[in-house]
Structures are given as structure tokens and as C-alpha cells.
């Protein structure tokens, strides 16, 4: 047997799947988690991957591997390839600021254009720009931009501060496009000068490898480019023109695949690469899983126990809705922006229907998103449900309700890190693998137009 491995590190953990590549097996996998925040140290990454590693048993019988991670996240290193500050991660706002001076400086119909992106607080290139503005010094001291999935590659592979070839760093279509200073035709030194304020001629970015591109490790393993984590999780899932992924995690996302690129000067939706050589349109949310947890809490419960809850409540939650913009928000673009809950009265005050308005207004948001997509012509035929909430009975219920086309979930599986795992299959097997995965129709009941038609009258 023939083993791979992927790797997914997440904002609040490090996934590790290993892999029979002719069958896409799981044979052992190990996980550990990473600190909160949205300023993270990537030394605390590198201790969660081999932590995680350690966990599934080692590397020591695996002939490829690919890591998948976080997007935007910034990794800059100095000329000793030693990190210069924490990372800022997708979900740190103070860079809302900076994201606004950019897109004023360059016109959000040229970065659109020419990135694919009209960048909001979480793209890379504004948190460069909020470091020269705020931390000159260390802006000065940039020789190397990097991401988090890159630089884990990098320190796995044997570079790092002991061994510090720049030249070295290696990254893939999907993760260099959340950067907003890629696009098509490669980096856009232009506005990565703009946005570190100096000429970036001599600053090192990765190289972009083809999807089926490889290098090599210290032990001459096959190391894939890896993939930003919605690229992961669509190669993981095997997703091909007319599906819709909503995928409920940290963060809430809803993405396509499609052949060519989809480019919204609104910034509504994404023009993102994938993994396998087409694109990736996308529409992301700050308000996920969190708000489920939150909720959950206030009501003294566990997920089963709001499951429960909602489940109890009729659809709309009699006229109760919440609008759950707890950490700001990225779509709509609102980083500044608080949760508010509407509509209540002495009738609807209910535990349950609290519990069912945190549900619809999470799904709510995600269902605005795919109008977004289908608005530049994706007309996606089902929708594929993933993450960790995207197991919750309720969800999968009000999943049917809210959105108006059929909604699958696929077999419970750390997608991110087997998509990371195909890749790593690939560059043995000289094309994509087709490994199977498992997929069951969520709870039916049928759409329910008037939860949307709700939620959206409170919007402002």
C-alpha cells in the first residue's frame, strides 16, 4: 500500500489525514489544536503540525504529502528567513482601514480585474499595509511575504531560520489568489509595492506551482503545492460544475467550481483560483460555527441540545431573527458591525426560537452569498453541505428550508486535509485520483421562501 498524507491547518486546529493513494482509504489520522486569537505566532502552527504528525502515527512510511491551510494569513519573514511578527490571520479586522486607502488608490474595477479580488480586511495585501503603516520598522525588515500554508510547506521540506533559502518557498494558484496581488498572468508587483508602501522588486513571494506540479523534501518525498482550504475541501470532495459547497466551519463559505474566472467589481464575490486549475468564485462570512457555540451557551446547552431546541420551533422562528454579526462581518462588508437580534416579542420569546433564529440567520447569510455567485452566471444544481456544523440535524433541516435547491451532505470527513491528500496522490499517480465519498440527502420539508424573505427585511 502506497500512503499519503494531507494536512489541513485551520484556524483552530492542525488535521492530519493519511491516505492509501490508489483508494483514498483513511488508514490513521492525528490532530492538535491551535491558540485562539486572530494574532498567531506560526512557530505555534509548526509545533501543532508535528504534534498532529506525532499523532497519526508519523511520516516515516509516506511517500507524498500536500498541506492545505487558512487563507490571507501573513507570514512575513526577514533576509534569516526568521519570522518578523505573529501572523495576522483572515479574521483580524484592523486592517479595514487599509483595505479602503487600497481599493480608493487602485479602483475596485482594476483590482477586480487585474486580481480577481476587491479586497476587504482579510486579504493579505491590506494587512501589509496596515504593517507599513503601523509597524514601519518591521515592514522595512520584509525580505519574504508568505502564507501559512506556504510557510508550513517550507519548514516541513527542512528550510526555516537554520536553513534559510527564501528561494525555496513554494505556494499554488488557490492560496496566492486570497492574496490580492495575484492574478492570471502571475504576482502583481505593482500593487504589492502600493501596498507595502516601497518597491517590492527584491522581496521573495512563493513560486506558484501547476496543480500537478511537485517538489521534493529533505528525505525525497513528493511534496504537492498544496491549496488554500475551500481549493482543499473542493478537491477533496470532488466537486465538478453544477455543485455548490456551503461549508459551515469558523468562518461560513459558499463556492463553485467553474471553468473560467468570475470577476464582481463589487468584491461581493471572490474570483478565486482552485486547486485543480479552474476557479473558484466564493463568497465568505466572519459568523459561523461561532454563533451556533455562542447560542448554544446563553441557552446552557450542548449542540444537540439547540439542535433540539430548533427543532422545536416552527420556520422563521415566529418573526424572531437574528443578525448574526457577532465579530463584524466580511459579506456583506461590515467590520465594524455587532449581532442584533430582531423582532421580539412577548409570544416569540422562546428558547426555541432563539435557537432557531441563530441557525436561519448563519444560513440566511450563506444563502445571500450563492444569490451572488449566481448572479455572474454559475448555475449550480445542488448544494454540498460540509464542516463541522454541517453534522447538526437542525442545520441540515433548515438547510433544505432556506436554501432552494437540493442540499446533500457528504460523509463526515476532514475534507480540507483529504483534498490536501489527492493532491499528494496525484503528484504519484500523474493525475487527479477519483476517490469516492459518501453523500446522504438532508431532512426534507422542502424550501421555505419566507425564512429569507424575513431575515432580509432587517437587514440595513
Not at 94 to 121: H, M, Q
Not at 122 to 128: E, G, R
Not at 385 to 403: D, E, H, M, N
Request: net charge negative; hydrophobic share 45%.
Amino acid at each position: 500500500m502506497t500512503l499519503v498524507m494531507g494536512v489541513d491547518s485551520s484556524t483552530q486546529s492542525c488535521k492530519v489525514v493519511i491516505a492509501d493513494a490508489a483508494t483514498g482509504d483513511v488508514v490513521r489520522s492525528g490532530r492538535a489544536a491551535h491558540p485562539d486569537g486572530t494574532e498567531v505566532g506560526p512557530q505555534a502552527w509548526w509545533e501543532a503540525l508535528r504534534a498532529a504528525i506525532s499523532d497519526a502515527g508519523g511520516m516515516a512510511d509516506v511517500e507524498a504529502w500536500s498541506i492545505a491551510g487558512q487563507q490571507h494569513g501573513m507570514v512575513v519573514l526577514d533576509a534569516e528567513g526568521r519570522v518578523i511578527r505573529p501572523a495576522l490571520l483572515w479574521n483580524d479586522t484592523r486592517s479595514a482601514a487599509a483595505a479602503a486607502a487600497l481599493v480608493e488608490e487602485v479602483g475596485a474595477g482594476a483590482f477586480s480585474a487585474r486580481t480577481g479580488v476587491v479586497p476587504v480586511a482579510s486579504f493579505t495585501a491590506t494587512k501589509l499595509r496596515w504593517l507599513a503603516d503601523d509597524e514601519p520598522s518591521n515592514a522595512a525588515r520584509v525580505a519574504a511575504i508568505t502564507l501559512p500554508h506556504d510557510w508550513l510547506t517550507w519548514r516541513l521540506r527542512g528550510f526555516g531560520p537554520e536553513n534559510p533559502v527564501l528561494d525555496e518557498l513554494i505556494t499554488d494558484r488557490s492560496d496566492a489568489s486570497g492574496t490580492a496581488y495575484w492574478g492570471a498572468d502571475g504576482y502583481d508587483r505593482e500593487i504589492l509595492s502600493l501596498a507595502l508602501r516601497r518597491d517590492s522588486a527584491s522581496v521573495v513571494l512563493p513560486r506558484v506551482l501547476r496543480p500537478d506540479e511537485k517538489v521534493t523534501d529533505a528525505d525525497g518525498r513528493r511534496v504537492a503545492p498544496g491549496a488554500g482550504d475551500n481549493a482543499g475541501a473542493a478537491l477533496g470532495l470532488g466537486a465538478r460544475g453544477g455543485d455548490a459547497v456551503v461549508s459551515i466551519g469558523t468562518s461560513g463559505t459558499v463556492f463553485a467550481v467553474t471553468d473560467a474566472p468570475v470577476r464582481d467589481a463589487t468584491g461581493t464575490v471572490a474570483g478565486f483560483a482552485d486547486a485543480a486549475g479552474g476557479w473558484l468564485p466564493l463568497i465568505a462570512t466572519l459568523n459561523a460555527a461561532r454563533v451556533l457555540d455562542a447560542t448554544a451557551a446563553l441557552l446552557g446547552v450542548d449542540h444537540d441540545g439547540l439542535a433540539a431546541l430548533a427543532l422545536a420551533a416552527e420556520p422563521g422562528a415566529g418573526g424572531l431573527v437574528l443578525q448574526p454579526w457577532f465579530e463584524g462581518e466580511r459579506t456583506p462588508n461590515r467590520p465594524d458591525a455587532t449581532a442584533t437580534l430582531f423582532g421580539m416579542t412577548l409570544t416569540n420569546a422562546t428558547r426555541e426560537n432563539l435557537a432557531r433564529a441563530a441557525i436561519e440567520g448563519v444560513l440566511c447569510g450563506l444563502a445571500d452569498g450563492l444569490d451572488a455567485i449566481r448572479a455572474h452566471g454559475v448555475a449550480p444544481t445542488r448544494i454540498l453541505l460540509i464542516g463541522g456544523a454541517a453534522q447538526s440535524r437542525a442545520v441540515q433541516t433548515i438547510a433544505a428550508q432556506v436554501f432552494d435547491l437540493p442540499v446533500v451532505v457528504p460523509e463526515p470527513q476532514e475534507y480540507v486535509a483529504f483534498g490536501a491528500a489527492t493532491q499528494a496522490a496525484w503528484t504519484l499517480l500523474g493525475s487527479r485520483p477519483d476517490w469516492s465519498v459518501g453523500e446522504t440527502d438532508a431532512a426534507a420539508g422542502g424550501h421555505v421562501p419566507g425564512i429569507r424573505s424575513q431575515y432580509a427585511a432587517r437587514l440595513p
